[in-house]
């Protein structure tokens, strides 16, 4: 069974850095593509980033890009999504997700496990 538990959230000030990961098990993601999306109270999920698997590929939201960085760990299993310069903005749940598919992608439906999430909060 496959499972995707996110850590590393918490309370941040305004321009400071959080570094969220994701651990994958139950299977290895090697070749395709995991992501983070994030979900403001009462909004819809969104796309925050990408990354193939098995090559440095990524891609970002214009929201996040230049601020936030995808990477991963395939010895490990894990993503990790480095954040910089927080705005309040920012607060929402983030959760991390793969798809059983090679090609990146920002759509929600394309991806077919998801993690809990972890609650970053970042005050004024």
């Known amino acids: 069974q496959v499972r995707l538990v996110e850590s590393g959230g ?4 305004a ?5 969220l990961s994701c651990a994958a098990s139950g299977r290895t993601f090697s070749g395709y593509a995991m992501g983070w999306f994030r979900q403001f109270p009462g909004k ?9 698997w098995s090559v440095t590929t990524t ?7 230049g601020r936030f960085f995808i990477s991963r760990d395939n010895a490990k299993n894990t993503i990790y ?5 927080l705005k309040p903005e920012d607060t929402a749940v983030y959760f991390c997700a793969a798809r ?5 992608s920002r759509l929600i439906h394309d991806y077919d496990y998801w993690g809990q999430g ?3 909060t970042v005050s004024s």
């Open 10 to 13: 918490g309370l941040v000030q």
């Open 15 to 19: 321009g400071g850095s959080l570094r």
């Open 44 to 52: 819809e999920r969104e796309f925050v980033a990408t990354i193939i």
């Open 59 to 65: 891609y970002y939201s214009d929201s996040v890009k």
């Open 81 to 85: 999504l480095g954040m910089q310069n």
């Open 100 to 104: 059983d598919q090679p090609g990146l």
């Open 118 to 120: 972890t609650q970053v």
